[in-house]
């Protein structure tokens, strides 16, 4: 009975180390997306919904990443451990185009564990190592959510400001609902 647990333990652990680099991936891979607007309407949601006010301070202690300004046609994302990413507004024929990407991960154990003396310094520094060892990053998950949920939240503050119309915002179900038209009419 004891051999049966200790294998299960190694298969999850085995299973989330697996789980954390495949969420690491989909978060340096780029999500890019196109809005119906003008860059600077586009700039102008994110920057309402993601650096000013209540609302972009309410995501931020929810999410946990914290959205800044970094130049004309930019910002810059990253948690409080060390995580960083990009977005990019950039024009593109028929709107803007925006592109959201992780350029870096921090690897190891959280840093907020961190023990100054005793067993716990000790257990922190072997958690660290393996952390380490087996390249896990923690923040990876919010980062991969913060990114594939980027396109949502733009769409939804530009049909609140009305810069979209509601096929606009929610441009697949309009596909969608196009292609159930032309099929029930065959």
Known sequence: ???FIFIL???ALIGGVIWNHRNA???MTAVEFLVETTP???RAAIARSHCNGPKAALRKFVTRVKVTPAGPGSFE???KIGDVGSIEVRAEAGGSVVTAVTDELYV???PSLRAKDGFLAIGFALTHGLYKLLDITPYAIKMK???NGLEGRVRRELAASGA???REQYPRLAAFNASEGTEAAS
């Open 1 to 3: 009975m004891g051999t």
């Open 9 to 11: 333990i190694v298969a």
């Open 25 to 27: 991936s989909a978060a």
């Open 40 to 42: 600077e309407q586009t």
């Open 77 to 79: 994302f990253g948690t």
């Open 108 to 110: 190891g154990a959280h």
């Open 145 to 147: 959510r913060f990114q």
């Open 164 to 166: 979209l119309t509601s």
